[in-house]
């Protein structure tokens, strides 16, 4: 068997244990070393291996960890809620609402909201037990939003996006900017220490008339969530999961 056939033969045992569920989303592949011994092949050939799975949006290498079986592409920021998104993707995660409190204005909302009062909205969400992502959902307090709140007592079917919808809060519009920062305070929640770093992201959405409806500070962790940017005729700005 030539080194290209070897290389076609792992590739090929590979994908299909990822299609096939053996493998599964999020999870991480042995390394090179075992799949050398496993598959009695060359490291090269494995490496040849891992990069045409790579190409081939099955798998992402995360630098000092490994390979790991990719969630196929889902966008976690659609229209239909992070939920859904990670049910299509076969890897499901839980939501875990943390607190509802009526706060001022945040800081970085001057200038962008008229709106004195908000609800300031926390939770985590956790895959497979373990907490991956943090964040705080800010909406203006409008009395339509007040009144599904308070008739609920709190969120419809645990969704930020449901509840909003009830309350007439339309995103039409928006940006978000992402850095990376300490988790400080909120590293508990993490199950980390406040010296570790997260991807950040700030995301802020629009009605049809340009009216702030959400602002969302989201707290990433780096292992299980990457910034995909695709451009051209059919291109935008998204979030993979």
Not at 22 to 28: D, F
Not at 116 to 133: G, W
Not at 221 to 234: E, I, Q, Y
Request: aromatic residues 6%; glycine residues 10%.
């Amino acid at each position: 068997m030539t080194a290209y056939t070897r290389t076609e033969h792992l590739r090929h045992e590979l994908a299909e244990q990822i299609r096939n569920g053996t493998l599964k989303p999020g999870e991480r592949i042995m390394s090179e070393t075992r799949l050398a011994e496993e598959y009695q092949v060359s490291r090269g050939t494995v490496r040849r291996a891992l990069e045409q799975l790579k190409k081939a949006e099955l798998i992402e290498t995360r630098m000092g960890s490994g390979s790991y079986v990719a969630f196929n592409g889902g966008d976690m920021s659609g229209p239909d809620g992070w939920t859904s998104a990670s049910l299509r993707s076969g890897a499901p995660t839980t939501t875990e609402l943390l607190s509802i409190a009526l706060v001022g204005r945040p800081l970085a909302l001057e200038g962008e909201s008229e709106c004195e009062r908000f609800y300031e909205i926390a939770r985590r969400r956790l895959f497979r037990s373990t907490p991956v992502s943090y964040e705080v959902s800010y909406l203006p307090a409008i009395p339509a939003l007040r009144e599904v709140i308070e008739r609920m007592e709190g969120l419809v079917d645990g969704s930020i996006s449901k509840t909003m919808k009830q309350a007439g809060l339309q995103a039409a519009s928006g940006y978000m900017d992402v850095s990376a920062d300490r988790l400080g305070p909120i590293a508990q929640a993490l199950e980390k220490t406040p010296e570790t770093v997260f991807l950040l992201s700030e995301r802020h959405n629009f009605s049809d008339d340009g009216t702030l409806v959400e602002y969302v500070r989201s707290f990433l962790d780096p292992s299980h969530f990457t910034l995909h940017v695709t451009a051209g005729k059919n291109g935008g700005n998204h979030g993979d999961r």
